[in-house]
């Protein structure tokens, strides 16, 4: 079951929730922060629990519940959920994946922007094939950890919102939208294409938003670097043409 129960606090609003000590402690910072750095900015209480060295997750949901309290108490707002009088403390700061084994909490996009604002980290997203470089000189086996040496060519964030700003959060080949079909979760989920590889240039160039970035899902960016050579958007989109022809 996935909770997404919408929570009126935007992106500034959590920004001077962040900054205010009186609202986000230390501890607080600690474990928020160490969710927004995971993997697609979602944990479980256990593993934070691991993570931070603390004996039971118990204590992670404490703390989390006192900071949902002063988030509410600073803002005024209501949750939909208050009125149901299930409170979901957690659901504050974070929505929610109920899976068989454990509970997901995913930080809100809101939030995760806000520590974006805050941090000045940059956007993670996937690393398409011509963004690695890898040095074949050393042996890769499987089985067994090992070092690979690549180059990651960094990205403007900056750009990349520029883009999804002018075109949309629609995939510019097959228009899947994220925040359509998955609702919250999927929102500012698309990610960003340059139409010139950037290993291509080998250093550090000035990116136009609009001529140089387009906004792609992740099926049609795999497609398009599946081989040496990128496939051209509109190849792709000729591609996605001739298979509804034979329909």
Request: hydrophobic share 35%; charged share 25%; glycine share 4%.
């Amino acid at each position: 079951m996935f909770y997404n129960d919408p929570l009126d606090i935007s992106t500034e609003l959590w920004t001077k929730l962040l900054k205010d000590k009186k609202v986000t402690t230390e501890k607080d910072m600690e474990i928020l922060s160490l969710v927004y750095r995971s993997k697609n900015h979602e944990m479980h209480a256990s593993d934070i629990a691991n993570k931070l060295n603390v004996s039971h997750w118990g204590t992670i949901n404490l703390q989390i519940y006192h900071f949902s309290e002063r988030v509410l108490a600073k803002t005024g707002v209501k949750p939909s959920w208050m009125k149901k009088n299930k409170k979901n403390w957690w659901h504050i700061p974070f929505l929610g994946c109920e899976k068989p084994r454990h509970f997901e909490w995913i930080l809100r996009h809101e939030l995760v922007t806000a520590f974006e604002n805050i941090l000045g980290s940059e956007e993670i997203e996937i690393i398409s094939p011509d963004e690695l470089m890898i040095d074949t000189s050393m042996p890769l086996t499987e089985g067994a950890a090992s070092t690979v040496l690549v180059n990651r060519y960094e990205r403007n964030k900056k750009a990349r919102d520029a883009c999804v700003a002018h075109y949309g959060n629609c995939c510019t080949i097959c228009c899947f939208n994220f925040e359509q079909i998955y609702g919250a979760i999927g929102k500012n989920r698309i990610i960003v294409h340059h139409l010139v590889p950037q290993s291509s240039k080998q250093k550090e160039y000035v990116v136009d938003p609009v001529h140089d970035l387009r906004p792609v899902c992740p099926n049609c960016h795999l497609i398009i670097h599946s081989k040496i050579e990128p496939f051209m958007i509109e190849d792709v989109k000729k591609m996605i043409e001739n298979y509804h022809k034979k329909e």
